[in-house]
């Protein structure tokens, strides 16, 4: 694999998809249960707000009934002893890169477990629910809402993901259906700087010809694998 120093790894659904949280497009997934117009937009959220808040504390209650699973876990491994630079993007909004000891992560998505006032703009953790609009544990206004980066929304911190893209020499992208940009568009950012991509995912994906290598297989088998490979 060469002289490698810096990774950059993007992570979506797929990585989860064995923890039991379901993916967004799989037949069954989330889209196809909930129109993301109705439940993943700031205009749903002005409509009917109701709606978005018991979507998002159903989907918050469920997470922290998961548990991660050997791919998290090989990548807090990777984390743990990589000596190089890493930045483990991920668009999931679950806490399971973090609960599996993973320490340099980045939400570009936002989370689930907290949340944000649009009052005060603080960005408060938070476990339980909020359709009841309990009180900003910072401002007291009723005012807080899922810290979810919607569909229109601009996804968080995009200046430190291509920040640590141009300093990359191997981008990896696992489990992500390469259907969301600017997620989606990070590996042709990539192709442009000169680094090497490579996709690990249970099936080919959209993106999968902007990759030098594809790997197809189960997240559980196919991160442990590449993260054995790279630490040797
Ligand atoms: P998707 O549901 O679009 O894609 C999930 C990908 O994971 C697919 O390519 C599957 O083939 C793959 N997959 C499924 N099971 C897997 C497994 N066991 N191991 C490995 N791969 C597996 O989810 P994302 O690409 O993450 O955004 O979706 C991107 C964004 O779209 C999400 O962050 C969310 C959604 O709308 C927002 O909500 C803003």
């Known amino acids: 694999m060469g002289q490698i120093r810096n990774i950059v790894i993007l992570t979506g659904a797929g990585i ?11 037949a069954g997934g989330l889209w196809e249960q909930h129109r993301v117009e109705d439940v993943a937009t700031p205009e749903a959220f002005a409509r009917d707000p109701n709606l978005v808040l018991r979507f998002y504390d159903m989907r918050r209650a469920a997470i922290q009934e998961k548990l991660p699973n050997p791919a998290h876990f090989a990548l807090a491994e990777l984390d743990a002893n990589w000596k190089g630079g890493l930045l483990i993007v991920t668009q999931n909004v679950d806490d399971l890169h973090t609960r599996a000891g993973a320490r340099r992560v980045l939400h570009m998505h936002g989370e689930h477990l907290k949340a944000w006032c649009t009052s005060c703009d603080v960005r408060s953790h938070w476990r339980g629910p909020l359709i ?100 040797g």
Not at 16 to 26: H, K, P, V, Y
Not at 170 to 194: E, H, K, M, Q
């Open 132 to 231: 009841e609009r309990p009180p900003c544990p910072v401002c007291q206004a009723r005012t807080l809402r899922p810290d979810v980066v919607w569909f229109g929304e601009m996804p968080y911190r995009m200046g430190e993901i291509y920040a640590a893209l141009r300093e990359a020499d191997l981008f990896v992208s696992i489990g992500t259906s390469g259907a969301v940009y600017p997620a989606a568009g990070l590996v042709r950012n990539a192709r442009d700087l000169g680094i090497s991509t490579l996709e690990l995912n249970l099936e080919r994906s959209q993106g999968s010809d902007w990759f030098h290598e594809t790997r197809l297989g189960p997240a559980s088998e196919v991160v442990p694998a590449w993260v054995a490979e790279v630490l």
């Open 16 to 26: 989860s998809a064995e923890s039991g949280i379901d993916t967004f497009r799989s």
